[in-house]
C-alpha cells in the first residue's frame, strides 16, 4: 500500500490526456533511451510539485521511496531519473520547438477532457 498523495491524480490526469504519448510522438523516439522523453516530461511535472528547489542532480531523490513504476511506468526507477536523462528531455523539447508541442498537448487534454470553449473566456 502506498500513499501517494497529489502524485496519483497528477499522474492519471497525464495519462488521460495522453501527455507521453503525445510529446514522444512530436520529438521521436531516441534509440537506447530507457526513459522516454514524453516520460521524463511526466516525472518533471510530477517532481516539480514538491521538490523545486533543489538543483537538477538530485532529480531522482525526489522519487525515493515513492513507487516510481506505479506513477511512471514499468521499468522506470529514481536511478534512470537522473540529471543527465533530465538534461537530455529539456535538450530535446526545445530542439522539437516547445510553441508547438504546448499546442499539441493542449489540443489532446481538450479531446480527453471536452467542455464548451465559452467555458475559456473571462466573465466580465
Do not use: C, W
Not at 48 to 55: K, W, Y
Not at 64 to 88: A, C, F, V
Not at 103 to 120: C, G, H, I, M, T
Amino acid at each position: 500500500m502506498y500513499d501517494l498523495g497529489h502524485l496519483g491524480l497528477v499522474a492519471s490526469i497525464l495519462d488521460q490526456i495522453g501527455l507521453v504519448q503525445t510529446v514522444d510522438r512530436f520529438v521521436g523516439p531516441r534509440p537506447g533511451e530507457k526513459v522516454s522523453t514524453g516520460m521524463a516530461l511526466k516525472a518533471a511535472i510530477l517532481n516539480a510539485l514538491g521538490f523545486v528547489t533543489s538543483p537538477l542532480y538530485l532529480f531522482g531523490h525526489f522519487f525515493q521511496g515513492k513507487p516510481t513504476e506505479l506513477l511512471l511506468g514499468p521499468g522506470i526507477t529514481p536511478e534512470l531519473l537522473n540529471d543527465d536523462r533530465m538534461g537530455r528531455m529539456l535538450d530535446s523539447l526545445y530542439a522539437a520547438g516547445v510553441t508547438e508541442l504546448f499546442v499539441e498537448v493542449a489540443k489532446s487534454a481538450r479531446r480527453a477532457f471536452p467542455f464548451p470553449v465559452r467555458a475559456l473566456i473571462p466573465l466580465r
